[in-house]
């Protein structure tokens, strides 16, 4: 790697030289077909999961043949086939998804653990802390594995934690850990091993500190300057790789000439497939590809488990699938019940379906959503979770690495903030970057008008509609709450929905009694007018049709978007059209707000049927205060008839 490295053969990677036996060891003692959560100096998880070198080389090189189609570098993609899960360069983020991975082996009664690597730096981060009360509290059969090599990236480990040794951290979860000697192979496969059995057998996670040391810079361009040069030659004593060596030529395993012809056989190994790598063809971009591999496709269920074969299976009925018309009624239910409801047939149809949340079991969760599912469908499958936010939409991740489903209800869309890294990181890139789907819903209720203040009414669509690789629906009546729920747990990609606290109880309307989709992606037609056009979403869409009921004389033109990401631009095509005048209208503040973005489509796009300026709507760019009279001033409803004045004047 070095050589290739210099002779400019592949790109930046992270050596782990020094460190060989960690990841050898553990990828020997498990099976193949479990998960491990590798890190950066990893390459003995790759390597020992027999993955052909002549693509780990391509992988390197960046070239479409690699792991990643030439979109991620070095050790951050995974392989499904091989049960490894690409990293992201945050690190702490990945030990979460073994959580997920764990829960599925659990649920599924299977004998078998995930793996997720920590180096000592990274146990510094919020999102270590998160993974391990998870594993504790949901007693997962989850190993941490933490590489222990005295260095950050430069920071020593007396300046990342005051712990006299990190499986200390481990206890203060209610964890058993354990140091060793991480540059001993043999200790490092026999405790995995060992560990993995007590994993398995009582349902538990561990954690193993394995001592270690870093022979070369972070990548090679930063040096080791900061390394006093004797712990080097400490540490080259120690090699791991000599020390198994010496060890079989003592133990009589292997002879010298064995070992040689082991390296002379490994290099011409090495330069075939070299030679091969060196044969692929050279990159052409094709945009298509790369907008099309953003999101897995809808009939994606390649891991997914059939109904019958689950073990939550119990027989429970199903119903068929069908597309909302707007034809069909219903009996007239609340906001709150259409959403209730999506869950509800969601969870008969789909035995692979768990749901996880702050509250949400016996509580029933902060609205009442999740009201007597615990009883119906247990405690496995409706799971109350720690105030991990970030852990929860990684265990959603692992879950979905093993075939689930999940929806994960965040009390508050504002606490997505606590677990926005996971989202816009690891579950929107992760098909982009490898291929693997991440099948998860988070449900967001969001919203203001009841005088909550800053940290439980904000509108933060904007945030994930700005993020390739999510879905973003914002339903503003009860059939949709319920159609694009449904449609939202079917589809395979991560899918943000928005659900308005103000309309949960304040709005009712008819909710079909099937099972049935609202069609992502698609925009309503909410009314049809001539003289001006509203585009809006969420509770947008009743101040609307308020405004149109008191303004009767306006003929009001006006399109519910339904879904923020992807934008149905040919509804909104439409209905510019229709009357050449248009106002975008949120509830999210100004400034960098959906709106912003619609209109400078529509200036694009639809430059010749305007009339008028687009306008926007918005509310005001300050946090969103408390006091109710401060709300409804930053409401942008409290401008909405100055604005259509402004329209219809122009
Ligand atoms: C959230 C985050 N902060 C900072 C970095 C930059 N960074 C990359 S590796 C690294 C050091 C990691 O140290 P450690 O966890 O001990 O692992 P090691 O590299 O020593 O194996 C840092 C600071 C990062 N990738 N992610």
């Given at each position: 790697m070095l050589?290739?490295?210099?002779?400019g053969?592949i790109?930046?990677?992270f050596?782990?030289?020094?460190?060989?036996?960690?990841?050898?060891g553990?990828?020997?003692?498990?099976?193949s077909?479990?998960?491990i959560?590798?890190?950066?100096r990893n390459?003995?998880?790759?390597?020992?999961r027999n993955?052909?070198?002549?693509?780990?080389f391509?992988?390197?090189?960046?070239?479409k043949?690699g792991?990643?189609?030439?979109?991620?570098?070095?050790?951050?993609f995974g392989?499904?086939?091989?049960?490894?899960?690409?990293m992201?360069?945050?690190?702490?983020?990945?030990?979460?998804?073994?959580?997920?991975v764990?829960?599925a082996?659990?649920?599924?009664?299977?004998?078998?653990?995930?793996?997720?690597f920590?180096?000592d730096g990274g146990?510094?981060?919020?999102?270590?802390?998160?993974?391990?009360?998870?594993?504790?509290v949901?007693?997962?059969?989850?190993?941490f594995?933490?590489?222990?090599?005295?260095y950050?990236l430069?920071?020593?480990?007396?300046?990342?934690?005051?712990?006299?040794?990190?499986a200390?951290?481990?206890?203060?979860?209610?964890?058993?850990?354990?140091?060793?000697?991480?540059?001993?192979?043999?200790?490092?496969?026999?405790?995995?091993?060992?560990v993995?059995e007590?994993?398995?057998?009582?349902?538990?996670?561990?954690?193993?500190?394995?001592?270690?040391?870093?022979?070369?810079?972070?990548?090679?361009?930063?040096?080791?300057?900061?390394?006093?040069?004797?712990?080097f030659e400490?540490?080259?004593k120690?090699?791991?790789?000599?020390r198994?060596?010496?060890?079989?030529?003592?133990?009589?395993?292997?002879?010298?000439?064995?070992?040689?012809?082991?390296k002379?056989?490994?290099?011409?190994?090495?330069?075939r497939?070299?030679?091969?790598?060196?044969?692929?063809?050279?990159?052409?971009?094709?945009t298509n590809?790369?907008?099309?591999?953003?999101?897995?496709?809808?009939?994606?269920?390649?891991?997914?488990?059939?109904v019958?074969?689950?073990p939550?299976?119990a027989?429970?009925?199903?119903?068929?699938l069908?597309?909302?018309?707007?034809?069909?009624?219903?009996?007239?239910k609340?906001?709150?019940?259409?959403?209730?409801?999506?869950?509800h047939?969601?969870m008969?149809?789909?035995p692979?379906?768990?749901?996880m949340?702050?509250?949400?079991?016996?509580?029933?969760?902060?609205?009442?959503?999740?009201?007597?599912?615990?009883?119906?469908f247990?405690?496995?499958?409706?799971r109350n979770t720690?105030?991990?936010?970030?852990?929860?939409?990684?265990?959603?991740?692992g879950?979905?690495?093993?075939?689930?489903?999940s929806?994960?209800?965040?009390?508050?869309?504002d606490?997505?903030?606590v677990?926005?890294?996971?989202?816009?990181?690891?579950?929107?890139?992760?098909?982009y970057?490898?291929?693997q789907?991440?099948?998860?819903?988070?449900?967001?209720?969001t919203?203001g008008?009841v005088?909550?203040?800053?940290f439980?009414s904000?509108?933060?669509e904007?945030?994930?509609?700005?993020?390739?690789?999510?879905?973003?629906?914002?339903?503003?009546t009860?059939?949709?709450?319920?159609?694009?729920?449904?449609a939202a747990?079917n589809?395979?990609?991560?899918v943000?929905?928005?659900?308005?606290?103000?309309?949960?109880?304040?709005?009712s309307g008819?909710?079909?009694?099937?099972?049935?989709e609202?069609?992502?992606?698609?925009?309503r037609?909410?009314?049809?007018?001539?003289?001006?056009?509203?585009?809006t979403?969420?509770?947008?869409?009743?101040?609307?049709?308020?405004?149109?009921?008191?303004?009767?004389?306006?003929?009001i033109?006006?399109?519910?978007?339904?879904?923020?990401?992807?934008?149905?631009?040919?509804?909104?095509?439409?209905?510019?059209a229709?009357?050449?005048?248009v106002?975008?209208?949120?509830?999210?503040?100004?400034?960098?707000?959906?709106?912003?973005?619609i209109?400078?489509?529509?200036a694009?796009n639809?430059?010749?049927?305007?009339?008028?300026?687009?306008?926007?709507?918005?509310?005001?760019d300050?946090p969103?205060?408390?006091?109710?009279?401060l709300?409804?001033?930053?409401?942008?409803?409290?401008?909405?008839?100055?604005?259509?004045k402004?329209?219809?004047n122009?």
């Amino acid at each position: 790697m070095l050589i290739l490295l210099r002779q400019g053969k592949i790109s930046k990677w992270f050596s782990g030289i020094g460190q060989e036996a960690i990841s050898v060891g553990v990828t020997q003692a498990l099976q193949s077909d479990e998960w491990i959560m590798p890190l950066h100096r990893n390459l003995g998880v790759f390597t020992g999961r027999n993955m052909p070198l002549s693509k780990l080389f391509m992988q390197w090189q960046g070239n479409k043949e690699g792991y990643s189609k030439g979109r991620e570098r070095s050790f951050h993609f995974g392989s499904a086939a091989h049960h490894i899960c690409g990293m992201i360069s945050h690190l702490g983020p990945q030990l979460a998804i073994a959580d997920g991975v764990a829960l599925a082996h659990k649920l599924k009664g299977e004998q078998k653990v995930s793996v997720a690597f920590s180096g000592d730096g990274g146990t510094s981060e919020g999102d270590f802390h998160e993974a391990l009360n998870v594993a504790a509290v949901w007693d997962l059969p989850v190993i941490f594995v933490i590489e222990n090599n005295g260095y950050g990236l430069s920071t020593p480990v007396n300046e990342q934690f005051r712990c006299f040794s990190l499986a200390d951290k481990a206890r203060g979860y209610g964890m058993e850990a354990v140091r060793i000697d991480g540059n001993n192979l043999l200790e490092v496969y026999e405790t995995i091993k060992g560990v993995r059995e007590y994993c398995i057998n009582n349902q538990k996670p561990y954690l193993i500190e394995c001592m270690t040391f870093r022979m070369r810079g972070h990548e090679e361009a930063s040096g080791v300057k900061y390394v006093p040069p004797e712990l080097f030659e400490l540490w080259e004593k120690k090699d791991p790789v000599k020390r198994y060596e010496e060890y079989l030529i003592e133990t009589a395993v292997l002879s010298d000439t064995a070992i040689e012809q082991i390296k002379a056989d490994t290099k011409v190994y090495i330069e075939r497939e070299l030679q091969i790598a060196g044969q692929a063809t050279i990159l052409t971009p094709d945009t298509n590809e790369e907008l099309s591999d953003v999101y897995a496709k809808l009939s994606v269920v390649s891991n997914q488990l059939s109904v019958e074969q689950h073990p939550n299976y119990a027989g429970t009925h199903h119903s068929p699938l069908t597309t909302h018309s707007y034809s069909t009624k219903g009996p007239e239910k609340r906001f709150v019940d259409g959403i209730k409801e999506a869950l509800h047939q969601s969870m008969q149809q789909h035995p692979n379906l768990i749901l996880m949340g702050q509250d949400i079991a016996e509580y029933g969760g902060a609205f009442k959503i999740t009201e007597g599912f615990v009883e119906e469908f247990g405690k496995q499958r409706v799971r109350n979770t720690p105030l991990c936010e970030s852990a929860i939409v990684g265990a959603a991740l692992g879950l979905s690495l093993e075939g689930y489903k999940s929806m994960m209800e965040m009390q508050f869309a504002d606490f997505a903030a606590v677990g926005f890294n996971q989202i816009i990181n690891n579950l929107a890139k992760i098909h982009y970057r490898w291929g693997q789907n991440a099948d998860v819903v988070i449900r967001m209720p969001t919203g203001g008008g009841v005088g909550a203040g800053p940290f439980h009414s904000q509108s933060n669509e904007a945030w994930f509609v700005h993020t390739p690789g999510l879905k973003v629906v914002y339903p503003s009546t009860p059939e949709d709450a319920k159609g694009l729920l449904i449609a939202a747990i079917n589809d395979p990609n991560p899918v943000l929905y928005f659900e308005h606290k103000a309309l949960y109880r304040s709005i009712s309307g008819p909710v079909p009694e099937a099972y049935y989709e609202t069609e992502i992606g698609k925009a309503r037609i909410v009314d049809e007018g001539d003289d001006i056009t509203i585009i809006t979403y969420g509770a947008g869409v009743h101040w609307a049709m308020d405004y149109a009921k008191n303004h009767r004389y306006l003929s009001i033109y006006i399109l519910d978007l339904r879904t923020l990401l992807p934008l149905d631009y040919a509804a909104i095509g439409t209905a510019v059209a229709a009357t050449g005048k248009v106002l975008l209208l949120h509830e999210d503040t100004l400034l960098g707000g959906i709106g912003g973005e619609i209109a400078a489509w529509i200036a694009e796009n639809c430059f010749s049927y305007l009339d008028a300026p687009v306008l926007r709507c918005a509310s005001l760019d300050t946090p969103i205060p408390f006091n109710l009279e401060l709300e409804k001033n930053f409401m942008a409803y409290s401008r909405l008839d100055e604005y259509v004045k402004r329209l219809i004047n122009y």
